[in-house]
């Protein structure tokens, strides 16, 4: 099982930072009797391994080479990938970056690394073989990407940043067949690569036929690459504490 992690973006949101803001430290690990600082990126590696992932691939621009040396020493759980998106062309382009790797029979998890979400297991709530979203409640999802769902769970439609979403419920994590992967990776190319935002482009999937679920089992949502939301899940993690149902605004 793969796990994707897009870490290219420019952080425009809370620059200007001296490093990758991926790393910026929020919690902490407990080792003997001295606390030890976690990057935001450790959470989401932590939550890919925990839903099964054993391929980890970070797509990064080229200029975050302090995340590859920040996690040069990787895991005995995972194989960790470094894919270079040389232009920041959005998500979608970031996610299906290494495409070639991923054989259309293994799983596929994606998860944002400046989020830190819970519970940790959220990714194992999500089926195999099908696109799968992971729901978390927040407070002002005009700032994400709303899911609608029917009675059966099934996606409807998602609302990319919309000012008066009709749903409180956002996407933080994703879970699809390889198989799926690819064929949203060549409906992103027949539309000629503009869809920036994953949700425009699942948007225009179901459209088409496709079938996608919402798991509404998620409960914190932080996210961490704005000031706020930085101070917020700071304050909140090294207390050791979450806040349920909540989020961070721009």
Known sequence: MWGIIPAAGEGKRIQPLAFSKELLPVGFDQRDERKKPRAVSEFIVERLIVGGAVKICFVISPNKGDIVRYHAQGTPHALFVYVVQPQPLGLCDAVFRPARLIASNEQVLIGLPDTVWFPTDGFCFLPDDQLSLLLFPVRSPKYFDAVVLNSQKEIQKIEVKQ???????????????????????????????????????INAWIANGGRGYGVQKGLDYLDVGTVDGFHLAFSQLMQGNSIFGSSTEK
Request: charged share 25%.
């Open 163 to 201: 000012e008066n979403p009709t749903t409180d419920w956002i996407w933080g994590a994703i879970k699809m067949s390889g198989a799926i992967y690819h064929d949203l990776r060549r409906l992103w190319i027949d539309r000629q690569q503009q869809d920036e935002f994953l949700g425009t482009l």
